[in-house]
């Protein structure tokens, strides 16, 4: 698969799983194709259920400074914040190298970055580690459990996080969303889910204080083992942060386009 190739399944990954996620969150979400953008938008608390992503390959200067104001525009007519996902990729060469100015015109900020990733990797062992257990999150008990790992990881205030999760019937039964047990206390969480042919990881998240000792990535090989043995799938991918792509570069995932998370100015 070539690079760009492979930078445009990123976004349309991003494009078919949050699609099931936003409508899961609410049946009324806004949840939309116009031209050059994806509109995946909950408007919930949980900012990353409300997203946009740009949808053009070979976007150019001028081209760029007009999705980005389209975008920031729908961002501004919503309630709650949320973040344009941008694969740098799909941009060419002169409106990458102005993006932080046009972000800047349309009234958007840089937030952090990510790169996507995939690979032909599946199926893999199943996981064993020292210290873990696994258990598949069938509970609203366990889904809060999840929410609250992602939330202090990202930084969310609890309730923020739960608002996303809790009481969904997508995160019981479709998605293969798992937590790691310390002995009875839940230390990380990862799940996968089938999209367009692959496995999508979604949500993986380590509480700060049991990170650096191998949890995230305990967690995500059993979420991508469990999901390829349910779906026989073989090809999966992610969305990374700057600080996870060495944990999924272990498990066998390759970078493929940079990711902007821009959200508005102040």
């Excluded at 390959?57 to 001028?62: H, K, S």
């Excluded at 032909?120 to 580690?129: F, K, T």
């Excluded at 999760?165 to 798992?178: D, F, H, I, P, R």
């Amino acid at each position: 698969m070539s690079d760009l190739a492979e930078s445009l399944e990123s976004m349309q990954q991003l494009a078919v799983g949050w699609r099931a996620m936003v409508l899961d969150r609410d049946a009324g979400a806004d949840v939309r194709d116009v031209p050059g953008l994806a509109v995946r938008w909950a408007d919930c608390r949980f900012a990353f259920w409300n997203a946009l992503t740009l949808t053009d390959a070979g976007t150019d200067a001028e081209l760029l400074g007009q999705r980005l104001s389209q975008a920031a525009e729908i961002m501004r007519s919503k309630e709650h914040p949320g973040l344009l996902w941008l694969f740098e990729d799909l941009l060419d060469d002169e409106a990458r190298s102005m993006l932080e100015a046009a972000a800047e015109q349309a009234g958007l900020q840089h937030a952090f970055g990510g790169t996507g990733m995939s690979g032909d990797l599946l199926p893999i062992p199943e996981p064993v580690h020292r210290d873990l257990t696994f258990v598949r999150v069938s509970t609203d008990e366990q889904l809060r459990a999840y929410a609250d790992l992602n939330a202090r990881a990202y930084g969310f205030p609890l309730e923020e996080g739960r608002d996303g999760l809790v009481g969904s019937t997508l995160w019981k039964n479709g998605v293969y969303a798992y937590l790691a047990m310390r002995g009875d206390v839940p230390v990380a969480c990862a799940g996968a889910v089938a999209a367009d042919g692959r496995l999508f990881v979604v949500l993986v998240a380590t509480d700060p204080e049991w990170q650096r000792r191998g949890y995230g990535e305990a967690v995500t090989r059993k979420a991508l083992h469990e999901g390829a043995r349910a779906t026989g799938l073989t090809r999966a991918t992610l969305h990374a942060t700057e600080a996870g792509a060495p944990v999924y570069t272990r498990i066998g995932f390759k970078p493929n386009s940079p990711i902007c998370y821009c959200g508005l100015k102040g």
